[in-house]
């Protein structure tokens, strides 16, 4: 546990590197601030819960690595359809709450584009890092359980903040 | 079965999982927000943010997995106060990990800084904030895991299903809580030792 916890812990400070190389804009903007933890987290989580569906196939030998795979293409299909759904909600609570709590510098338009871009990109990293790792797991003969769900999961954070540093840089 | 079949099937299973902790990440948020002065004031906080809220999740995930493995086998009674060996053992041994992991994240994240020629914290300032900040939330974590998982067993719920959603909800929502209760505890203790923040 101990020696995989160091090394997610490493990978996580990247992120926090990014998040720190654009502080002043996120302190200028408080709805950008309030994105941060709920994008990485559902990125996070978009990733395991198809880490985790894509191990169980793979254990019941009903996955196979191939795109027009029903298993595989479905569930790749539910991840982007779940960011699709559920990013428009975080950006629009995200400035809500914001403009609850404090005063917001952007628009609830600007902040929906942010989130909204921010997770389709992710949703889609999410299924290609999954699927690399799934698949790299199987080759090395290695449990995905054990190994693919962790790696997924912190990679997953640090794209978060990537993606979303990129889409703030574009959009506001 | 089909895609269309395949892809409902995940989509309906992970929808309300994914909206639990939404929620709780909107909330963590929205502490991050209200932090700005402390942002400013410890220079580097931001840059271990990501590493202290994922610590919280690997470290309380996997302590959740133990517990809900032990009561599947038998071997953990589903009661708080039973008191139960195994379960400290296990609850012990997250609490070192978070706080072994977190003070690490701080002293990285100080030299990278430093090297790199960033404004940063004193190094006591950012491993104090780290440690007040994993021991709280790793108290707090703890607890609920505890009370949830067994709770949620003796309904005759999988704890399987309930550790997931339950961690990165309030992972993120504590994590975030008891970092800003850390950082305002150390500035006081930093500047009553006159020391520099």
């Known amino acids: 546990m101990l020696p995989v916890l160091l090394a997610l812990t490493v990978v996580e400070l990247g992120s926090g590197l990014v998040l720190g190389a654009f502080e002043e804009r996120l302190l200028r903007a408080p709805s950008l601030l309030v994105l941060v933890p709920v994008t990485i987290g559902t990125a996070g989580n978009l990733g395991s819960?198809?880490?985790?569906?894509?191990?169980?196939?793979?254990?019941?030998?009903?996955?196979?690595?191939?795109?027009?795979?029903?298993?595989?293409?479905?569930?790749?299909?539910?991840?982007?359809?779940?960011?699709?759904?559920?990013?428009?909600?975080?950006?629009?609570g995200a400035w809500t709450l914001a403009s609850l709590v404090g005063e917001t510098t952007l628009g609830p338009g600007t902040v929906l584009v942010v989130a909204l871009s921010a997770g389709v990109t992710l949703a889609v990293l999410a299924v290609a890092v999954t699927l690399v790792a799934t698949y790299a797991a199987y080759r090395l003969s290695l449990d995905p359980d054990d190994v693919v769900i962790p790696v997924v999961t912190n990679v997953c954070d640090v794209l978060g903040v990537l993606v979303l540093f990129g889409a703030v840089l574009v959009f506001t | 079965m089909e895609l269309r079949e395949t892809a409902e099937e995940a989509y309906r299973e992970a929808l309300p999982a994914l909206g639990a902790s939404l929620v709780g990440g909107l909330l963590a948020g929205v502490v991050l927000g209200g932090m700005r002065a402390e942002l400013r004031a410890v220079e580097g906080l931001l840059v271990l943010v990501p590493a202290l809220l994922a610590t919280r999740g690997n470290v309380y995930g996997s302590f959740g997995a133990r517990l809900s493995t032990g009561l599947h086998q038998g071997l953990v009674e589903p009661r708080v106060r039973a008191g139960d060996e195994r379960v400290r053992r296990a609850a012990t041994a997250a609490l070192a990990n978070g706080l072994l992991a977190s003070t690490v994240a701080a002293v990285l994240a100080f030299f990278v800084l430093?090297?790199?020629?960033?404004?940063?914290?004193?190094?006591?300032?950012?491993?104090?904030?780290?440690?007040?900040?994993?021991?709280?939330?790793?108290?707090?974590?703890?607890?609920?895991?505890?009370?949830?998982?067994?709770?949620?067993?003796?309904?005759?719920?999988?704890?399987?299903?309930?550790?997931?959603?339950?961690?990165?909800?309030?992972?993120?929502?504590?994590?975030?809580?008891?970092?800003?209760?850390?950082?305002?505890?150390?500035?006081?203790?930093?500047?009553?030792?006159g020391g520099g923040g």
């Open chain 2, 114 to 193: 430093t090297l790199l020629g960033a404004p940063v914290a004193s190094l006591p300032v950012l491993v104090g904030v780290a440690l007040i900040a994993g021991l709280l939330s790793g108290i707090a974590l703890t607890a609920v895991v505890l009370v949830v998982v067994f709770a949620g067993y003796r309904r005759g719920r999988n704890p399987d299903t309930l550790v997931g959603p339950l961690v990165t909800t309030t992972g993120d929502v504590f994590g975030m809580l008891f970092l800003l209760v850390a950082v305002r505890a150390t500035l006081s203790i930093a500047g009553f030792l």
């Open chain 1, 49 to 92: 819960i198809l880490a985790a569906r894509l191990s169980t196939a793979f254990h019941l030998g009903t996955l196979s690595f191939d795109p027009t795979d029903d298993e595989l293409a479905g569930n790749a299909v539910a991840t982007v359809a779940l960011a699709v759904t559920l990013f428009p909600v975080i950006g629009l």
